[in-house]
């Protein structure tokens, strides 16, 4: 079974401070893992993948094996990236999407 | 093009009517996913297509539940004697068949079921 585990809902850090949000998942298999983020009144999009290894808005995530877990991290966090972020995984002929329960993150002046 | 575009955006029905969604894929996707989300929960998969063929249904959609996609272009999902347990925001995604990892979502159709 394929499951996929955001442990924190709310997040709340200061503007210029780091912050992570963690994500574990469990997939019998290879899985792509994705980061979705959903501003407010936006549709929901897409941020990270980890096969694209790359940076996108300072944000970086790096998919561990062996712990099953792909982390969401930017080192100076802004006003801006205040948002709903979603942790997916898919396989990798479907692309269907697994998703956490999401982390709300805000990021405080 | 606008993106991926759902219709109504929001639908208040009673329980046991039937209501039916439309979701408009950004041209030449020729992949297309439905989502539900529930309050609290991230997207769950209910079904997708791939050009006009239902590739998967998630143990999700019940018999009530039926989606199509004639023509391989637009795509409808309909529920049929709604209830209360119905209520969610219904997501639809679309993808490229070059860059099938990239999921592009419209804004989704609010149920609400009294």
């Known amino acids: 079974a394929q499951r996929v585990t955001q442990p924190e809902k709310l997040l709340s850090v200061f503007k210029g401070a780091p912050v992570e949000l963690k994500c574990n998942y469990s997939?019998?298999?290879?899985?792509?893992l994705f980061w979705y983020v959903q501003y407010s009144r936006q549709r929901l999009q897409l941020l990270l993948r980890?096969?694209s290894r790359e940076s996108i808005k300072g944000f970086t995530a790096d998919l561990n094996k062996g712990e099953t877990s792909f982390h969401l991290k930017k080192p100076f966090a802004q006003e801006e990236d205040s948002a709903m972020y979603y942790c997916?995984?898919?396989?990798?002929?479907?692309?269907?999407?697994?998703f956490g329960a999401g982390t709300t993150v805000t990021v405080r002046a | 093009d606008t993106g991926v575009s759902q219709d109504p955006r929001h639908k208040i029905t009673k329980r046991g009517q039937n209501v039916t969604f439309r979701c408009d894929p950004i041209?030449?996707?020729?992949?297309l996913y439905w989502y539900r989300q529930t309050l609290g929960q991230g997207p769950e998969f209910l079904t997708y297509?791939?050009?006009?063929?239902?590739?998967?249904k998630s143990r999700l959609l019940s018999d009530r539940f039926s989606a199509e996609r004639p023509k391989g272009s637009f795509s409808t999902l309909e529920i049929q004697r709604t209830e209360q347990g119905d209520s969610a925001m219904y997501l639809c995604?679309?993808?490229?068949?070059?860059?099938?990892?990239?999921?592009?979502f419209g804004p989704g159709t609010r149920l609400t079921v009294l």
């Open positions: 995604a679309s993808t490229l068949a070059e860059v099938p990892d990239t999921q592009y």
């Open positions: 997939y019998s298999g290879s899985p792509e």
């Open positions: 980890h096969i």
């Open positions: 997916a995984l898919s396989g990798s002929n479907d692309y269907k999407l697994s």
């Open positions: 041209s030449e996707h020729n992949r």
């Open positions: 297509f791939q050009n006009e063929a239902q590739l998967e």
